[in-house]
C-alpha cells in the first residue's frame, strides 16, 4: 500500500469531469437557523441525496470505473457499509461481478442494498481486520482487485469531487468558502477535501468522534497511531486508524481537527432533520458538529461548508433520536 | 370571492418568471424502490426543500409581491400553518406587516416561525370559521387585506409553479409527465397543477385523505360539498370545504381523486425518508401515497410527477412514524 503523495487537485478535477452525468450534483442546503447557531453562513452540501445514499458513491464510480476499463471482470470491497454498497452499486453499473464483505453485524438495510445492487456478500467478524483477510483472501482466489475504502487515490479523488462541488457552487453564488468541514472516517473524505482546497487559501477541518480520534492523534504525533475506536452513534467513523495515503495527504494541509461527542452529534442530527428537511446519517451529522464547534474568527461572518456525507440510518435509530427523550439518550451515548 | 374562472396556464408562467430567484428550484429525487412500487417512473418534486419549508412559499411571495407593487403595507393571514408562515415570510422580505391568525392548538414550531419572520401572532379558537371572522375583523380595522389560503388567483398561480417546474424538468431529462399527483386541502395546489398541465396532455390526480373528502364529494356531486373532516395525520389536508376558485378550475380538468388512509401516508413518509433521505410532512406525503395507488395502465411504464408539498413536522411525530410499531399506530390511526 506504500504510494507516494503524488496526488494533486487536478486529480480531483479529472475525476469531477468524469463523475459528471454519472452522480447526482446534489443541491446545497442552507438555513437561517442553522447560520444563527454557527454564528456563521452554513452551506451544507447534500450527499445523502446522493445514489446510494452516500458520497461514498463517487469514490466507487470513479475507482470501479477506471478498473472496467482497464479490463477487470470483478472487484471486491469490505466495509461497515456504505462503501460496500457504493461499490456494489457502482460494479453492477459497469457490469463487473461484486464481492462484498460486511460484518455479521450490518445493517439489515446495507445488506439488502448491496443485494439488490446484484452484489455477492460474505459476512466476516466484527472487526477491519477480519474483513481486510477475507477480502484479500477473496481477491488472492479470484484475481480480483481489492477496491480499498480509503486508501486508494481514485477513492480519495472521487470523494474529493463532493468538496470540490461545494467549492464551486459557494462560489457561484458570490459566497466563496472560508472553511471546509468534513467527518473522518478512514479519512477519504477529509483528503480528497485537501486536494480540492489546495491553493484556494480555504482551511479544511476534519471532524472526529471523541474517542475515535486517530487522525487528531496522527496529527499530533507525526505519525498514524491506532485507537481503540470508543462506541459512537457515527458507526461510520470508528475505523481504528486513518488511512495511510490519507495521512500523507492531510498531515500538512489540515487546518485541524475537532471532536464532538454523541449528545452533539444527535442535536446536529436533528437540526439538520427540522431545519433542512433531509435525513442525514450520524456520520453525516458529524461535519454539521462539528462546524458548530468552530472558534469564531474574530466579528467576521465566514462562509462554513459542510460535506453532509451520507443518510443510510435505520428507522429504529431515527425514531430514537426524534424521540421526546432523545438527547438524554444521546448523553447516555457518549457517557457510554 | 365570486370570481370568473379567468385563470389561464400563462398566469402560472408569469408567475414562474417571476419567482426564479425568490425561491428555490427545488431538486426532482428519485429512487429505484419507489418505482419498483409503483410500477412507473416517479418523479419527487422536493418542495420540503423550499424556503419555509413548503411550496406555500410560492403562492404567498407571489400574492404578497403584487399587494407589495400595489402600495399596500400590511397583510393578514389565516391557515393552521404552512400558509400562514409563508406569508409572515414573504411580507418580511417585502417589508411589509404581516398579521397571521393561527389556531390555538398550533404546532409551536409554526407559532415559533412566524414570530421569528416578524409577523404578530393572534389565536383565534380551532376551527377554519373562527379564524376567517377573525382575519376579516382585522382587515376591517387595519385596512390590510387577507390572502386566502387557496381562494386567491395570485396563490393560485404561485402553487401551480411547482407543478410547472416538475414538467419543464421530467421533459428536460427525457421523460415527460404522463401522470401528475397533488395532495388536496383546500385545492390551491391542484387547481394550480391543473394550470400548468393545462394542454399538455398530462393527467392530474389530486389526493385526499378519507373522509376529508370534500373535492372528490363536490366533483361527484358538481357543487361544492363540505365535510365534516376525519382525524387524519395528515392536518393540513383538513379544510372542511375545497376552495370557490380552486373547485372551478379543476371540475373540468382534473382526472380524479384518489383517497389514502393514514396508514398510506405512514407508509410514503417512511418511503420518503429512509429512501429519498427527506422529511415529508405527512400531508406532503399524502401526495406519494396516492401515486401509489394509481391503477397501472396496461404493461406501460409510465412517468408520474409527485408534488412533495411541505416537510414542517414536529420531532415527536417523526419519531411515532418511524418507531417500530408505527404501522399499528398509523392503522390505528386510521380507524379513529
Redesign the interface.
Known amino acids: 500500500m506504500t504510494r507516494t503523495v503524488g496526488q494533486v487537485r487536478a486529480d480531483v478535477e479529472e475525476a469531477s469531469r468524469w463523475l459528471a452525468g454519472r452522480v447526482v450534483r446534489t443541491?446545497v442546503?442552507r438555513s437561517?437557523v442553522i447560520d444563527g447557531l454557527a454564528g456563521a453562513r452554513v452551506l451544507l452540501k447534500a450527499e445523502?441525496?446522493q445514489h446510494g445514499?452516500s458520497y461514498k458513491m463517487r469514490g466507487a464510480l470513479r475507482a470501479v470505473g477506471r478498473l472496467a476499463a482497464a479490463g477487470h471482470t470483478g472487484v471486491i470491497a469490505q466495509s461497515t457499509g456504505n462503501h460496500a454498497v457504493a461499490v456494489a452499486l457502482a460494479a453492477g453499473q459497469h457490469g463487473l461481478a461484486a464481492t462484498v464483505v460486511l460484518p455479521v453485524d450490518a445493517a439489515s438495510?446495507k445488506v439488502d442494498r448491496a443485494r439488490a445492487a446484484g452484489a455477492r456478500v460474505v459476512f466476516a467478524g466484527t472487526s477491519v481486520e477480519e474483513r481486510v483477510a477475507v477480502a484479500n483472501g477473496l481477491s488472492d482466489e479470484s484475481g480480483h482487485p481489492v477496491v480499498d475504502a480509503y486508501d486508494h487515490p481514485d477513492v480519495i479523488a472521487g470523494q474529493g469531487t463532493a468538496s470540490l462541488e461545494l467549492i464551486e457552487d459557494a462560489e457561484r453564488v458570490g459566497t466563496p468558502l472560508d472553511v471546509l468541514v468534513v467527518p473522518v472516517g478512514g479519512g477519504g473524505g477529509v483528503a480528497g477535501a485537501c486536494l480540492a482546497a489546495a491553493g484556494s487559501g480555504i482551511e479544511v477541518y476534519g471532524v472526529e468522534p471523541v474517542g475515535c480520534d486517530s487522525l487528531a492523534r496522527s496529527l499530533a504525533a507525526g505519525v498514524r497511531v491506532p485507537v481503540a475506536p470508543a462506541p459512537t452513534i457515527a458507526d461510520g467513523l470508528r475505523p481504528s486508524c486513518v488511512g495511510e495515503l490519507p495521512f500523507a495527504i492531510v498531515r500538512d494541509t489540515l487546518r485541524g481537527v475537532v471532536r464532538v461527542d454523541d449528545d452533539e452529534i444527535a442535536a446536529a442530527f436533528?437540526l439538520i432533520?427540522?431545519e433542512?428537511?433531509?435525513?442525514a446519517e450520524p456520520s453525516g451529522a458529524a461535519g454539521l458538529a462539528g462546524a458548530l464547534r468552530l472558534p469564531p474568527d474574530g466579528d467576521r461572518q465566514r462562509t462554513v461548508g459542510v460535506v453532509l456525507t451520507g443518510?443510510n440510518v435505520e428507522?429504529?435509530l431515527?425514531?430514537?433520536l426524534?424521540?421526546?427523550r432523545?438527547a438524554d439518550l444521546a448523553a447516555e451515548g457518549a457517557a457510554a
Open positions: 443541491p442546503l437561517p445523502n441525496l445514499g438495510t436533528r432533520l427540522t433542512l428537511k433531509v435525513l443518510g428507522a429504529a431515527v425514531a430514537r426524534m424521540a421526546p432523545s
